[in-house]
């Protein structure tokens, strides 16, 4: 059954060093995107890094980039040189091509993230 | 830019009414979903639909149901509210496209106290 999986609820990380927010998924869909979306205290979500099941290469996006183990079904977001701005919530989501036509998206409990001066 | 509108941010119901969700998208997604957001639990999709044709249970649909009459306009309907719906609810939608790639944009969200 699809599923995502983040096991850890809360972070604690100082600012300027990294962080590696965890992500499991299952699917058998051989064709599948992964994602990583933050939520600040704001509320809205914010797209952050894709990963296709496909790609060759990990994604990076400026501070971010996704570790990405499809043998062992992860996708971990990794946040380089933290920032107080990156305290937030994190969602890592899966999106499956299983439907003809609708998309499934699907996403994980979330990790917040508190970054300390 | 894409605008995913709610129509209510925050709501207060009571137990057993009939409440509706409104969310219009005005850049002609296909896809267009309904999650609810709750503490600990992250987002869980409840329903999710490919244009009008096509509507779809997620994974949490009890007590739940949608209507799409239009392409722009989802809806979620709780028959009879219970205290247990009290929640934050996200809508979303979604440029089928080609590839995978296609992210998703949210509305803003609503709050919805079930009393």
């Known amino acids: 059954a699809q599923k995502i999986t983040q096991t850890q609820p809360g972070m604690f990380v100082q600012e300027k060093e990294a962080v590696t927010l965890d992500c499991t998924y299952d699917t058998s869909d051989p064709s599948y995107g992964l994602f990583w979306y933050k939520q600040p205290s704001s509320g809205e979500m914010i797209f952050l890094i894709y990963q296709g099941s496909y790609d060759q290469q990990n994604a990076t996006e400026g501070r971010y980039s996704l570790n990405f183990q499809k043998a062992r079904k992860s996708a971990n977001l990794v946040i380089s040189a933290s920032q107080l701005g990156d305290s937030a919530m994190y969602f890592c989501?899966?999106?499956?091509?299983?439907?003809?036509?609708?998309?499934?998206?699907?996403f994980g409990s979330g990790t917040r993230l508190s970054i300390r001066p | 830019d894409v605008k995913v509108t709610q129509s209510s941010r925050y709501l207060v119901k009571r137990t057993g009414e009939k409440v509706f969700l409104e969310c219009v998208q005005d850049m002609d997604h296909e896809n267009m979903f309904w999650y609810r957001q709750d503490p600990g639990l992250g987002l869980r999709l409840i329903y999710f639909?490919?244009?009008?044709?096509?509507?779809e249970k997620g994974d949490i649909p009890e007590g739940y149901s949608v209507s799409r009459e239009k392409k722009e306009r989802f809806s979620l309907i709780l028959e009879s509210a219970s205290t247990n719906q009290t929640s934050m609810y996200l809508c979303a939608s979604l440029n089928s496209g080609t590839g995978l790639r296609n992210t998703i944009y949210f509305g803003e969200g609503s709050w919805l106290t079930v009393v």
């Open positions: 639909s490919y244009d009008v044709k096509m509507k």
């Open positions: 989501a899966m999106r499956e091509t299983g439907y003809s036509s609708a998309s499934k998206i699907i």
